[in-house]
């Protein structure tokens, strides 16, 4: 089982696109044993502490293998919608791990 927990900083103005790409990425993660288990989209009450950038939404998704996630990224029908993410997504912090 991986973890991948995602940062993601949306161009301003561009969020209506983002949520056109989810719509799409989100439902596919299922596809390749994987499950959403957290989509979070922060205000600035939500903050303790920060020393970078407060992203726009921060996910953690779990996949069954790093094969399944690789699958996932590949996922023709997915490709097919790539140019809305590259649009409205200016950058993204993607940290990948295990459940210890």
Do not use: C, W
């Amino acid at each position: 089982m991986i973890f991948i927990t995602q940062l993601i900083y949306v161009v301003e103005g561009q969020e209506e696109v983002f949520h056109q790409f989810e719509d799409v990425a989100i439902p596919t993660i299922l596809k390749y044993n994987g499950q959403l288990l957290l989509r979070v989209r922060p205000d600035d009450k939500n903050y303790v502490e920060s020393i970078i950038e407060k992203p726009y939404e921060i996910h953690l998704v779990q996949f069954a293998s790093e094969e399944d996630f690789e699958n996932f990224k590949h996922d023709e029908e997915r490709k097919k919608f790539l140019h809305l993410k590259d649009q409205s997504i200016r950058a993204t912090l993607m940290v990948k791990g295990v459940k210890l």
